[in-house]
């Protein structure tokens, strides 16, 4: 397992195996960055067709809680990061036995529960929506002083807008906490300007880099489009990507870690979640910066010197949900005569709301191009 690891500088050297926990788009594309840099890569998933199965030199098929599975998967690899943050801690801790895993399981016990996260994020002095615990319903009249309507969201296990719901009244918090039947937490809701992102990387070895901030527009809870220049004062980017390194070396992440925040009318930045690995506002860096996020991530957990973040230019990414393929089958043609960049993650199932691809397109009317491309799919 030792055998491309320069024992001095501990540098993960090309040639090397990066695990990576989780076999969906993020790993793929990580395994995708990795390849040409001459590393071998290993995923462990619960599904054995995932989208990383078909780019991956290794491939383990089990939970993440599955020792057996855990112990296989750790024989083949060198290093160990992820693409998923919900990895049961006794899975972690026995991956960390074992070899260096990178984020560590101090920084996602703190990010996969959003109580523990934005009670980081407070202490850090940052300010986040208004938000209470709700753990039982004896919570409940404490938590509805923030006021209605709020979102009630589950503590764990959320993404893409599932485990969240609209909440108007006391009798609505208590109709959703009990369908959730999990702790959760109730939050403001913030009248926000725009939303935005920050990825910052730190390596192993202590070098620290931050992307442009990203501008993001969601429907339905999930993103749809990211562009950038983001349309915000520079002084109010600069103040996120201030907020974003600052969390970064509070946590002590190595690897990434994606910032959310809210911005308001007035300028200021709330944090609204942090995840500790690639995040979807970061696929257009494929095409539009010197280094992407993947190879960042890459170079971050080997310690190899970080790469220049700097963009070409503006640059737009819309998401592909399963919901282009209800009809009929994409025009992918007409699309790709628009001038954007395909992306397809390979998943067999297009359900109306899952993430199958995105495109992406670079030049000063990127987002005009990127949803045209999209709406010539259905042509
Ligand atoms: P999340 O999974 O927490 O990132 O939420 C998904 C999306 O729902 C966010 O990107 C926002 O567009 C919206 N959202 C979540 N929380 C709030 C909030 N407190 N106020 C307003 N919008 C929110």
């Known amino acids: 397992m030792t055998r491309a690891i320069d024992n001095k500088s501990k540098t993960i050297l090309p040639g ?17 960055a990795a390849k040409p840099m001459g590393y071998r890569v290993a995923i462990l998933d619960p599904h054995h ?7 991956a030199d290794v491939v383990v098929t089990g939970e993440f809680g599955d020792i057996a599975a855990l112990a296989e998967f750790a024989q083949a690899c060198d290093v160990v990061t992820l693409e998923f943050e919900n990895v049961p801690a006794g899975g972690l801790a026995f991956l960390e036995s074992l070899l260096p895993v990178r984020p560590s399981g101090r920084v996602l016990e703190t990010l996969r529960d959003r109580i523990a996260e934005k ?28 006021g209605f309507p709020a979102i009630l969201k589950t503590a764990t296990l959320g993404y893409d807008g599932h485990g969240q719901a609209r909440v108007r009244s006391l009798e609505e918090l ?6 959730f039947n999990a702790p959760c937490v109730l939050e403001g809701l913030v009248d926000f300007q725009t939303e935005v992102s920050v990825i910052v ?3 192993s070895v202590g070098e620290v880099k931050v992307f442009d901030v990203f501008e993001n527009h969601h429907v339905g809870g999930i993103l749809d489009t990211t562009n950038i220049p983001a349309s915000i004062p520079l002084e109010v980017q600069q103040q996120a990507q201030r907020i974003a390194l600052e969390l970064a070396a509070k946590l002590e992440v190595i690897g990434l870690v994606c910032v959310e925040f809210f911005v308001t009318h007035d300028g200021r930045v709330l944090v609204n979640e942090l995840a500790p690995r690639p995040h979807n506002s970061g696929h257009l860096t494929i ?8 190879e960042q991530a890459i170079r971050a957990v080997c310690g190899l010197p970080l790469g220049d973040l700097r963009a070409h230019g503006p640059a737009a990414m819309a998401n592909l949900l399963g ?15 628009t001038g954007a960049k395909l992306h397809l993650y390979g998943k067999q199932g297009a359900r ?6 995105h495109l992406t397109a670079i030049g000063n009317d990127a987002l005009e191009v990127v949803k045209a491309a999209r709406a010539a799919l259905r042509t």
Do not use: H, Y
């Open 16 to 32: 090397a195996t990066i695990g990576i926990l989780g076999g969906g788009q993020l790993g793929r594309m990580l395994a995708l």
């Open 49 to 55: 067709d995932c989208p990383t199965s078909s780019v």
């Open 119 to 146: 009670s980081f994020v407070n202490a850090a002095g940052v300010e986040t929506a208004p938000w209470a615990e709700v753990r039982s319903s004896g919570d409940f009249t404490r938590a509805s002083r923030l």
């Open 174 to 179: 208590s109709a959703a906490f009990a369908k």
């Open 201 to 203: 990387a730190r390596s």
């Open 287 to 294: 095409e539009a910066c010197r280094t992407s996020q993947f």
């Open 323 to 337: 919901d282009v393929w209800q009809v009929s089958q994409p025009n992918w043609a007409a699309a790709l005569e």
């Open 352 to 357: 109306a709301g899952r993430k199958m691809g």
